[in-house]
């Protein structure tokens, strides 16, 4: 198994928190980063209680503009080797663009993108100096398959996968690999949950639990695989758009995704009749 650490952020719930779960199980030892909270601490004294590895956290807002360089000098201080990077950290919203409060945009650009790429750039030259180790980005299948309404999101998603993909080849010749992990739905928060019953039986036979993604997505970048799509007719589904016409496809997907908008505005409605 890798040596050094193993660096996740977005570490204390969903995905992240059941990735590194899955790399202490393998005795991987762990840098765990999130915002600073319960969630943090109880993934970490879980960890602690249960499994034989190290681990150290970290909690700190990642859309701050310095956010990485902070989580970097940190493992500096305490002499930590980052082996593998796990660019999890990232959230979404849904509805018309311009219904989403502005701030929240930005926050959506700076975490999914922006911390993921300034971890990135800091932490691959000392996996090139070695000669090996294993970055991820997190994209999503919304970012292959391209949402409206999510078209914030679904394109911070699109960077991610087309970013690390062209990194993912520049970093074959110096033993360094680089995946990118596109999970369909996976019920971890209330939104993801609420968002898979509103699209109903589709989403359903192509959500996969959050521990079998977290298995797949490690096991799979250990592997050294490129593109990692959790559960094979999600996989079926990706390859099948890309045979479709595409102002065929971007008009079923408007269709299938017009709820997320619709229940925005009933939302809007209440909360102004409330006042
Ligand atoms: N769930 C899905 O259906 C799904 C599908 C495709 C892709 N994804 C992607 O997979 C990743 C994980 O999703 P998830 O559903 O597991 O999310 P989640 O359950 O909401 O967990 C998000 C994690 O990121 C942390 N985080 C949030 N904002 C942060 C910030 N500003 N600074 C530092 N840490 C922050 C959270 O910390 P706190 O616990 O302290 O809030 C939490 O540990 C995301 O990139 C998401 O876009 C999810």
């Keep these: 198994m890798e040596k050094g650490y193993t660096l996740i952020t977005g570490a204390s719930q969903g995905i992240g928190r059941e990735m590194a779960k899955y790399c202490a199980q393998k005795g991987m030892n762990l840098l765990l980063v999130a915002l600073p909270n319960e969630h943090l601490e109880d993934t970490v004294k879980e960890i602690e209680t249960d499994y034989l590895v190290k681990v150290d956290h970290l909690a700190i807002d990642l859309c701050q503009l310095d956010a990485a360089q902070q989580v970097y000098d940190w493992t500096i201080q305490k002499g930590y080797e980052v082996h593998i990077l796990i660019n999890n950290a990232g959230f979404g919203d849904s509805g018309f663009f311009e219904d989403i409060p502005f701030q929240k945009t930005v926050n959506m650009l700076l975490l999914n993108n922006l911390a993921a790429v300034s971890m990135t750039h800091l932490f691959l030259p000392q996996m090139k100096k070695r000669g090996h180790g294993h970055i991820m980005g997190t994209s999503s299948i919304e970012g292959i398959l391209i949402m409206p309404y999510k078209a914030s999101y679904s394109a911070t998603k699109r960077f ?114 409330v006042k």
């Design 160 to 273: 991610i996968y087309s970013f690390f993909l062209a990194l993912r080849q520049e970093c074959k010749k110096a033993g360094v690999n680089v995946s990118v992990l596109c999970p369909g739905p996976v019920p971890t928060t209330p939104g993801a949950i609420q968002r898979i019953k509103v699209q109903g039986k589709k989403a359903e036979i192509i959500t996969r639990s959050v521990d079998h993604v977290a298995e797949i997505a490690i096991s799979k970048m250990l592997k050294k695989q490129g593109i990692i799509i959790p559960g094979r007719l999600l996989r079926t589904v990706v390859l099948g758009t890309w045979l479709i016409p595409f102002s065929i496809k971007m008009w079923f997907f408007e269709r299938m995704s017009r709820r997320y908008a619709d229940q925005r505005v009933e939302m809007m409605k209440k909360q102004v009749a």
